[in-house]
């Protein structure tokens, strides 16, 4: 089969050079993601006008796929097409359904030449691909929702033979941190849709918020879908059933299968709010308000709890058609477990050796009840702990190993890693970009990914059913930050799942991004610009500075030194920039389609060495006062009442460090510099003062990094120090998971001397 496609192949690409060859026009650079897996150009061209018509065979999924493109070309070009039954001699786009025995369901044949557009494909959704990359032959203005002048809808001639490489190509999104619309979701489905991703991964529910509707058990909703805030606000959302229903379809119409996730049996403290008995405590509980892991979990001992799952389930199933159902089943803490009199019970009933079988025996009971609705198992790679489930998926990301183990075993993996998929990780330096949950994965590294591990079997790899980019979204705070966190990362892991290995390049694929980035703004995508990265926000130079700025990958930046903004007309970085005076460097990155990054303000001052003080000091620790209540930023404190003052050391820190308390505090002391020097300073204090001097303000911010570094010249000594310290929650991360410390070093120097509460004096 696969010798006569390939002559099948070469037969087309000789007619179709006869029919292109001698053809006018320009020749247009063709820049498809993912890279096809066989593509020949050819010289000349096709434009599509209003009498155009558009052959789709009478088929439901066909005809609704034409409706779809009509769509572009009505609001883009302003005409529709014709849909017709019969096939003109020119002038045509024509998509024929072969029905080929033993094709790839997701492959097409698209050819372009003078007379038309062919379009050939076993299945509805390898015809739907061709649609694809035929609007990506067109100039990236098809996107517009507004009628695009003087855009010639032409696109060059071109013959394609195309395939898959993952029947997995999917996006995960974490909807419970943080919620998002259904207008949201449906916006990424339609860029999903035109990079031909097809599976988006739904996780529905969590210890921070149920999402999801279910009319036996509303209490899920009306107490486990709102949670307040360390503010004190009240944050939550959920999608009815027929909400549910309404982007299952807008995903289908698109060839994206959706994803349920119900965790089980841990991050499910947003159900034990409302249904309390089904822990092994009995709670009582509220949803939970910062990240991390929670201890309660549904008991595992109790025949209710599988009676509840059960139920829900029932709903669920009905409203996802597809094949696969996602059980979580990750981080599952065995702590309750190892002291409820239900679940030791249970485990010696079933002969179970421990919590981790307990585990086990629990994920299968779910799987008897999923096979009965004839639905697929998968999970996250802790269901192999205890034993896997007989017809269990696994989905592997904490590395590689559980996705290997699994395989090896003879079950199915989709290849989730954290190095390379995890798109809740930093894109560039974590002192520039927003606030994110750790880690770092540029562009380049997600492309980089291979889903088959080098360690597995060459027999086995046929388990490996692809990869997906996972959208966690704890820092997520809004759309905005969604989608600046998952482009053009997912773009990428797009060309992971479809394009063979040999076909992949990464400086090809950057080439490749930039008609991509116009069609993303056109979908008004945020999606994350490289910014200016090397220098902190704050310099101090003695004689002469030198600031040397980079980027995670090539593109052009752009700076003022006059305090205006920078624009595509400014001074191109191209050397290190020297002063030897103070200065304000406004500087900002530029793509090639001229959309600009946001712009980073550089001050550069001239200093000499702030005098050491002489004072007698005779404590460790700080001094000042504090105030409780709820404080967000700075200002926040001219509001507090009945002031307490405080010596703050080992043992009293907790009075103002307590999360379950929020405070606010005014503290003052001195630290000790060794000798004279530039010194840089980090730290997730509020505010941190030396010399009377503010010189690290992180007010108003996720503290979950030291962000806003800067420097200062000092002479060796003795140095006032003042902090303001809001012991708050700000965006579910407690200001008192933070150390009680500040960071510093000489300039120059590699690594930072940690300034512990012990360390101050007073």
């Given at each position: 089969m696969r010798i006569f496609r390939t002559f099948i192949f070469f037969t087309l690409i000789m007619t179709f050079f006869g029919a292109c060859t001698n053809q006018a026009g320009k020749k247009r650079e063709i820049a498809l993601v993912p890279q096809p897996n066989g593509l020949v150009k050819g010289e000349g061209s096709f434009t599509i006008d209003a009498k155009t018509a558009f052959v789709v065979p009478e088929n439901d999924k066909l005809q609704s796929a034409a409706g779809l493109i009509n769509q572009r070309f009505k609001q883009a070009a302003g005409f529709e097409l014709a849909v017709v039954k019969e096939l003109p001699a020119k002038n045509f786009i024509h998509v024929e359904l072969t029905g080929e025995a033993g094709s790839n369901d997701e492959s097409y044949q698209l050819s372009v030449t003078s007379a038309g557009v062919n379009i050939k494909a076993a299945s509805e959704r390898g015809a739907f691909y061709g649609l694809m990359s035929m609007l990506q032959l067109l100039p990236a203005e098809i996107e517009s929702t507004q009628a695009v002048a003087d855009v010639d809808w032409t696109m060059p001639c071109v013959e394609i033979d195309d395939a898959p490489r993952f029947v997995w190509r999917g996006m995960h999104l974490d909807v419970c941190r943080h919620f998002v619309s259904i207008e949201f979701i449906k916006k990424q489905l339609d860029v999903m849709a035109l990079f031909k991703m097809n599976t988006f991964h739904w996780h529905l529910t969590e210890d921070q918020g149920w999402r999801i509707e279910i009319k036996k058990y509303p209490k899920l909703t009306e107490l486990g879908s709102k949670r307040t805030e360390g503010d004190g606000s009240v944050y939550g959302g959920y999608y009815t059933q027929e909400e549910i229903k309404e982007v299952v379809a807008y995903a289908a119409e698109r060839f994206i299968n959706v994803v349920p996730e119900i965790e089980l049996p841990g991050h499910s403290l947003a159900a034990l709010v409302g249904y309390p008995e089904l822990s092994c405590t009995g709670g009582p509980f509220e949803v939970r308000t910062v990240w991390g892991v929670?201890?309660?979990?549904?008991?595992?001992?109790?025949?209710?709890?599988?009676?509840?799952?059960?139920?829900?389930?029932?709903?669920?199933?009905?409203?996802?058609?597809?094949?696969?159902?996602?059980?979580?089943?990750?981080?599952?803490?065995?702590?309750?477990?190892?002291?409820?009199?239900?679940?030791?019970?249970?485990?010696?009933?079933?002969?179970?050796?421990?919590?981790h079988e307990l585990q086990s025996y629990f994920v299968q009971r779910i799987e008897k009840v999923l096979l009965a609705h004839d639905r697929k198992m998968i999970g996250w790679d802790e269901i192999l702990e205890g034993g896997l489930a007989p017809s269990a998926t696994v989905m592997s990301w904490r590395g590689e190993a559980g996705g290997i183990e699994a395989a090896n075993q003879g079950h199915d993996v989709v290849m989730t890693p954290g190095n390379w998929v995890y798109l809740d990780h930093y894109q560039g330096d974590s002192k520039v970009e927003p606030v994110a949950i750790g880690g770092y994965t540029t562009m380049e590294e997600s492309y980089s990914y291979d889903p088959v591990p080098a360690e597995l079997d060459a027999a086995k790899a046929k388990h490996v059913l692809g990869t997906q980019g996972n959208v966690w979204s704890e820092y997520m705070y809004t759309p905005e930050l969604f989608e600046y966190r998952i482009y053009p990362r997912i773009?990428?892991?797009?060309?992971?799942?479809?394009?063979?290995?040999?076909?992949?390049?990464?400086?090809?694929?950057?080439?490749?991004?930039?008609?991509?980035?116009?069609?993303?703004?056109?979908?008004?995508?945020?999606?994350?610009?490289?910014?200016?990265?090397?220098?902190?926000?704050?310099?101090?130079?003695?004689?002469?500075?030198?600031?040397?700025?980079?980027?995670?990958?090539?593109?052009?930046?752009?700076?003022?030194?006059?305090?205006?903004?920078?624009?595509?007309?400014?001074?191109?970085?191209?050397?290190?920039?020297?002063?030897t005076e103070n200065a304000t460097v406004k500087i900002r990155s530029v793509l090639n389609s001229g959309k600009m990054s946001a712009v980073r303000t550089i001050t550069v001052e001239k200093q000499s060495l702030l005098p050491a003080v002489s004072v007698e000091t005779s404590k460790t620790g700080l001094t000042g006062e504090y105030a409780e209540g709820i404080f967000v930023k700075v200002k926040d404190l001219e509001s507090a009442e009945n002031w307490k003052t405080i010596d703050v050391?080992?043992?009293?820190?907790?009075?103002?460090?307590?999360?379950?308390?929020?405070?606010?505090?005014?503290?003052?002391?001195?630290?000790?510099?060794?000798?004279?020097?530039?010194?840089?300073?980090?730290?997730?204090?509020?505010?941190?003062?030396?010399?009377?001097?503010?010189?690290?303000?992180?007010?108003?911010?996720?503290?979950?990094?030291?962000?806003?570094?800067?420097?200062?010249?000092?002479?060796?000594?003795?140095?006032?120090?003042?902090?303001?310290?809001l012991n708050n929650n700000i965006g579910g991360f407690p200001q008192s998971w933070n150390y009680f410390i500040v960071d510093y070093k000489k300039v120059g120097d590699e690594k930072f001397t940690q300034i512990k509460l012990e360390n101050f004096i007073y």
């Amino acid at each position: 089969m696969r010798i006569f496609r390939t002559f099948i192949f070469f037969t087309l690409i000789m007619t179709f050079f006869g029919a292109c060859t001698n053809q006018a026009g320009k020749k247009r650079e063709i820049a498809l993601v993912p890279q096809p897996n066989g593509l020949v150009k050819g010289e000349g061209s096709f434009t599509i006008d209003a009498k155009t018509a558009f052959v789709v065979p009478e088929n439901d999924k066909l005809q609704s796929a034409a409706g779809l493109i009509n769509q572009r070309f009505k609001q883009a070009a302003g005409f529709e097409l014709a849909v017709v039954k019969e096939l003109p001699a020119k002038n045509f786009i024509h998509v024929e359904l072969t029905g080929e025995a033993g094709s790839n369901d997701e492959s097409y044949q698209l050819s372009v030449t003078s007379a038309g557009v062919n379009i050939k494909a076993a299945s509805e959704r390898g015809a739907f691909y061709g649609l694809m990359s035929m609007l990506q032959l067109l100039p990236a203005e098809i996107e517009s929702t507004q009628a695009v002048a003087d855009v010639d809808w032409t696109m060059p001639c071109v013959e394609i033979d195309d395939a898959p490489r993952f029947v997995w190509r999917g996006m995960h999104l974490d909807v419970c941190r943080h919620f998002v619309s259904i207008e949201f979701i449906k916006k990424q489905l339609d860029v999903m849709a035109l990079f031909k991703m097809n599976t988006f991964h739904w996780h529905l529910t969590e210890d921070q918020g149920w999402r999801i509707e279910i009319k036996k058990y509303p209490k899920l909703t009306e107490l486990g879908s709102k949670r307040t805030e360390g503010d004190g606000s009240v944050y939550g959302g959920y999608y009815t059933q027929e909400e549910i229903k309404e982007v299952v379809a807008y995903a289908a119409e698109r060839f994206i299968n959706v994803v349920p996730e119900i965790e089980l049996p841990g991050h499910s403290l947003a159900a034990l709010v409302g249904y309390p008995e089904l822990s092994c405590t009995g709670g009582p509980f509220e949803v939970r308000t910062v990240w991390g892991v929670e201890p309660d979990v549904y008991c595992a001992g109790k025949e209710e709890t599988f009676h509840f799952l059960e139920d829900i389930i029932d709903e669920v199933v009905p409203l996802f058609p597809y094949e696969y159902f996602h059980i979580g089943g990750d981080e599952s803490p065995k702590d309750r477990w190892k002291v409820c009199p239900d679940c030791q019970r249970r485990i010696r009933k079933e002969g179970l050796k421990d919590e981790h079988e307990l585990q086990s025996y629990f994920v299968q009971r779910i799987e008897k009840v999923l096979l009965a609705h004839d639905r697929k198992m998968i999970g996250w790679d802790e269901i192999l702990e205890g034993g896997l489930a007989p017809s269990a998926t696994v989905m592997s990301w904490r590395g590689e190993a559980g996705g290997i183990e699994a395989a090896n075993q003879g079950h199915d993996v989709v290849m989730t890693p954290g190095n390379w998929v995890y798109l809740d990780h930093y894109q560039g330096d974590s002192k520039v970009e927003p606030v994110a949950i750790g880690g770092y994965t540029t562009m380049e590294e997600s492309y980089s990914y291979d889903p088959v591990p080098a360690e597995l079997d060459a027999a086995k790899a046929k388990h490996v059913l692809g990869t997906q980019g996972n959208v966690w979204s704890e820092y997520m705070y809004t759309p905005e930050l969604f989608e600046y966190r998952i482009y053009p990362r997912i773009i990428a892991l797009a060309e992971v799942g479809w394009t063979q290995k040999e076909n992949k390049d990464y400086e090809d694929f950057v080439k490749r991004m930039d008609p991509q980035f116009v069609r993303l703004d056109l979908h008004n995508i945020n999606y994350h610009i490289p910014l200016p990265e090397g220098p902190l926000s704050h310099i101090a130079f003695a004689d002469t500075a030198s600031l040397e700025f980079t980027t995670t990958r090539p593109v052009k930046m752009v700076y003022t030194l006059d305090g205006s903004e920078p624009d595509q007309n400014s001074t191109v970085y191209e050397s290190p920039l020297t002063f030897t005076e103070n200065a304000t460097v406004k500087i900002r990155s530029v793509l090639n389609s001229g959309k600009m990054s946001a712009v980073r303000t550089i001050t550069v001052e001239k200093q000499s060495l702030l005098p050491a003080v002489s004072v007698e000091t005779s404590k460790t620790g700080l001094t000042g006062e504090y105030a409780e209540g709820i404080f967000v930023k700075v200002k926040d404190l001219e509001s507090a009442e009945n002031w307490k003052t405080i010596d703050v050391n080992e043992k009293t820190l907790r009075t103002i460090n307590n999360y379950k308390k929020p405070t606010g505090a005014k503290l003052q002391g001195y630290i000790e510099i060794p000798e004279d020097g530039f010194y840089e300073f980090q730290t997730n204090f509020d505010q941190f003062f030396i010399g009377g001097k503010l010189l690290v303000s992180n007010d108003g911010e996720v503290k979950r990094y030291s962000r806003n570094n800067a420097q200062i010249a000092l002479a060796k000594g003795k140095h006032a120090v003042e902090i303001i310290y809001l012991n708050n929650n700000i965006g579910g991360f407690p200001q008192s998971w933070n150390y009680f410390i500040v960071d510093y070093k000489k300039v120059g120097d590699e690594k930072f001397t940690q300034i512990k509460l012990e360390n101050f004096i007073y």
